[in-house]
């Protein structure tokens, strides 16, 4: 029973929430990633600013607990994420040579999954690295420090260092359709390889909107994804209603899209697990447009048996 229990009877190798410690007291929350999930992502516990609030000064809390949830419930982690130039305290931010950064980048990796070593099935080593347009994204600490990709050499290298058997991911948005940033995605990943940066997976966050025509053609997406050689997983899935108010019709086109979605992943043999951002539409990101599989009071919405479908 449940989604991960039914994807993996299909070859896949999980279904996942993304979640934290402040859900734990949610009993309905608990209950559904328990049944329904075989992986958590860590939603914000180990991202920079909660993790290493100041240099050398960490802070384990929330990451620790995300980590104890999974090891007691047996799941995995995806654990989220390494370098990213949001979620990024300060005096990062206020770094601007880069040897500095390269040694401050190398202990954060080194501490970060070295701490959860062996426990992490999959880490986003770096997020969001590339810019809408195509090129370097301009408003990281990393890309205008480094002035060329190699920033991800130094994580990539420093987080098979501290912890050798998780699979490393490259992970960015809006790359859950065709166009420059896909592209420029894609050859850098390409490039990684050819520096025989270890790059075992690339990660597409498809945060998407109900309807979207992106959904029709994610089938290439993930095909374009796969020619990189690496794993592909759908690492933050949501599909949003326009608005607050939401539809009956929209509610049966978010079941329609869920499936279409699943649906492209089972079609792509590289595409081996997917990432629900949140379970229910009580807590969401992106609050009141009732993104996810589960309402408000924890029942099934129709996009649920679209995920269903999906599988
Ligand atoms: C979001 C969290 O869901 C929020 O709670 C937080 O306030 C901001 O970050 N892309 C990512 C995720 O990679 O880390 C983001 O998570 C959503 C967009």
């Known amino acids: 029973t449940g989604l991960d229990a039914l994807i993996k009877s299909k070859g896949k190798k999980y279904v996942g929430f993304a979640t934290d410690q402040g859900y734990f007291s949610s009993s309905d929350t608990v209950n559904i990633l328990k049944a329904e999930g075989g992986s958590v992502t860590a939603e914000n516990s180990m991202k920079w600013d909660a993790t290493e609030p100041s240099r050398g000064g960490f802070n384990w809390n929330g990451a620790d607990a995300l980590a104890n949830f999974a090891t007691q419930n047996g799941k995995q982690i995806r654990g989220h994420t390494l370098l990213w130039h949001a979620q990024l305290p300060q005096w990062v931010k206020n770094i601007n040579d880069k040897a500095t950064l390269t040694t401050v980048i190398q202990n954060h990796a080194a501490a970060v999954a070295g701490r959860y070593k062996g426990k992490v099935y999959a880490w986003d080593v770096a997020n969001e690295v590339v810019g809408d347009g195509g090129g370097m994204r301009s408003d990281s600490i990393f890309t205008t420090v480094f002035r060329d990709w190699t920033f991800l050499d130094v ?132 609050t009141g447009r009732r993104p996810l599989l589960w309402d408000e009071n924890f029942a099934k919405k129709p996009a649920y048996q679209g995920f269903v479908d999906g599988i």
């Open 155 to 286: 994580a990539f290298r420093a987080a098979k260092a501290a912890d050798p058997g998780a699979k490393l991911c490259l992970n960015d948005y809006n790359i859950d359709f065709s166009g420059a940033k896909l592209n420029t995605f894609v050859q850098v990943v390409k490039d990684l390889k050819s520096r025989g940066v270890p790059i075992d997976c690339v990660g597409t966050q498809t945060h998407t909107g109900i309807g979207s025509n992106n959904i029709a053609n994610f089938g290439n997406v993930l095909n374009t994804l796969a020619s990189t050689g690496t794993e592909v997983q759908i690492t933050e899935l949501d599909i949003a209603a326009p608005s607050t108010s939401i539809t009956s019709a929209q509610l049966t086109q978010q079941r329609a899209d869920y499936k279409s979605v699943v649906s492209a992943c089972m079609r792509t043999s590289a595409c081996t697990g997917i990432t629900l951002w949140g379970v229910s539409d009580r807590a969401t990101w992106i």
